[in-house]
C-alpha cells in the first residue's frame, strides 16, 4: 500500500488530490508540524530533508512533489500526462516553475530562515510577497485555456498549480484580478478528488 506523509495546508494535498483521481488504496499519515514532528529522527528516517510530501511505496520512499507525481502518474493514475510529447513538456514547463518560482515566492513569507540570518531580512522577504504572488498569478493567468491549464482535460499540473493557489488569499493576492484563474479553481474544487482531499483534512 501506498503512504503519504501530509501536513495540512501544505504542497502534500497535490499527491492527495492524484491519489484520489485514480481511486487509489493509500493511507495517509499526518505529520505534526505544531509540534515540531518533522525535526524528530522518526521522520527522519522517511525524510531527512523534514518536509512533506513524502510517498512510501513498495521500491522506497519519495519525497519530491515533481517526482511523487511523475510516479504516480507512471503507475497508479494514468491519463494526467499528456500524450503528445510537446504537450507533455508543456506540462512540465509549468510544474517546474511552479516548483522553481511560484512556491518559492510563496515560502518567503513565512521561511526566511533558509535563505537568511537576519530577522530584518525575513521581513523583508515577507513583505515582497504580496507582489511577486500576484506577479507568477498574471504569467499563469495567461497560460490557462480554460476551464483548465490546456483545456478540458487535468494534467498533474493543474494539481499542484491548484494547491499552490488555495495559498493566494493569504499571500494577499486579490484573485479577482486573475478571472482564468478563479474559474480554474471552482473548476477544481469540483471535482471528487479534491473534495476527499478536503474532507481527509489535507487542504487546511
Known amino acids: 500500500m501506498l503512504k503519504l506523509y501530509w501536513?495540512?495546508?501544505?504542497v502534500a494535498s497535490a499527491t492527495g488530490i492524484v491519489l484520489n483521481e485514480g481511486n487509489v488504496h493509500w493511507e495517509g499519515l499526518r505529520v505534526d508540524f505544531a509540534n515540531g514532528a518533522q525535526m524528530q529522527p522518526e521522520y527522519h528516517a522517511v525524510n531527512p530533508k523534514g518536509r512533506v510530501p513524502a510517498l512510501a511505496t513498495p521500491g522506497g520512499v519519495l519525497t519530491?512533489?515533481?517526482?511523487?507525481?511523475?510516479?504516480l502518474a507512471a503507475t497508479a493514475v494514468p491519463?494526467?500526462?499528456p500524450a503528445d510529447p510537446l504537450q507533455a513538456a508543456r506540462m512540465?514547463?509549468?510544474m517546474y516553475y511552479l516548483a522553481s518560482t511560484m512556491h518559492v515566492n510563496h515560502?518567503?513569507?513565512?521561511?526566511?530562515?533558509r535563505w537568511a540570518d537576519d530577522e530584518r531580512s525575513w521581513a523583508d522577504m515577507k513583505a515582497k510577497v504580496p507582489e511577486t504572488m500576484t506577479t507568477s498569478c498574471a504569467y499563469i493567468e495567461g497560460l490557462i485555456v480554460g476551464p483548465f491549464l490546456f483545456g478540458d482535460d487535468?494534467?498533474?499540473?493543474?494539481?499542484w498549480l491548484f494547491t499552490?493557489?488555495?495559498?493566494?488569499?493569504?499571500?494577499g493576492v486579490d484573485v479577482s484580478c486573475f478571472p482564468k484563474l478563479a474559474a480554474f479553481r471552482e473548476a477544481m474544487n469540483a471535482r471528487p478528488s479534491v473534495r476527499a482531499a478536503r474532507e481527509k483534512g489535507l487542504m487546511g
Open 92 to 94: 512540465r514547463e509549468v
Open 7 to 10: 501536513a495540512p495546508g501544505t
Open 164 to 171: 499552490i493557489s488555495c495559498w493566494l488569499e493569504g499571500d
Open 79 to 81: 491519463g494526467l500526462v
Open 107 to 113: 515560502a518567503h513569507k513565512g521561511r526566511g530562515s
Open 154 to 159: 487535468v494534467t498533474l499540473a493543474d494539481v
Open 64 to 71: 519530491e512533489t515533481g517526482a511523487i507525481l511523475e510516479y
